[in-house]
């Protein structure tokens, strides 16, 4: 029993010696505390995804092909969606997807110019949903900057635009509503 003892001690020390030869520094950088949470960082480079691709995004557009500030005559030309509604002040559009799923959007006029964008995603599952919400979520930060919590959702605001993304699920009806404002805006 002894020698279990003395071999045991033995092993022991041999241990803490290798790991006291062994050890190894870090070099810690400093960090100014007054950059800490800053928003002032340019957004970084638009990543589009399958499922951004497929609702029609680009990185050149506010909303499948259409900008705020565009002449809302273009919008006929560019949205490749199903008339649903116009008058005077929007025009609306349904989108099918291939999985079943779809979106109303409807473009807003001021001046004979867009002012607004609401999109509606009618989406099948609460997966879905999620995808759609963590794609778009970082779409609008890398166009936009940090968002912040409102409404139920979240806003990004820069450029005289604010964005808001809210998942508006119910029971078994899962969806989005994204919603793009200009300054000039004044109602719905």
């Known amino acids: 029993m002894s020698s279990v003892r003395i071999l045991f001690f033995a092993s022991l020390c041999c241990y803490m010696l290798q790991a006291c030869q062994t050890r190894t520094t870090t070099d810690a950088t400093a960090v100014d505390s007054t950059r800490i949470g ?6 970084t480079a638009v990543q589009l995804t399958d499922r951004l691709t497929n609702l029609g995004l680009t990185t050149d557009s506010d909303w499948r092909g259409i900008s705020l500030g565009d002449a809302f005559s ?6 490749k969606g199903e008339p649903f509604e116009s008058d005077a002040e929007h025009a609306g559009y349904t989108v099918e997807f291939s999985n079943l799923e779809s979106a109303d ?4 006029q001021t001046n004979q ?10 989406l099948n599952t609460k997966q879905s949903a999620e995808a759609h919400q963590t794609d778009l979520r970082a779409y609008f930060t890398s166009r936009y ?3 912040k919590p409102a409404n139920g959702g979240l806003s990004w605001s820069a450029s005289g635009k604010t964005v808001t993304l809210r998942d508006v699920s119910k ?7 994204i919603s793009i404002v200009g300054g000039e805006f004044r109602g719905r």
């Open 145 to 147: 900057g940090m968002p």
């Open 105 to 108: 959007v409807l473009y807003y």
């Open 113 to 122: 110019n867009v002012s607004a964008i609401d999109a509606d995603l009618y």
């Open 171 to 177: 029971g078994k009806d899962y969806g989005l509503k």
């Open 38 to 43: 800053s928003t002032d960082a340019p957004p």
């Open 74 to 79: 273009t919008v006929k030309g560019k949205e």
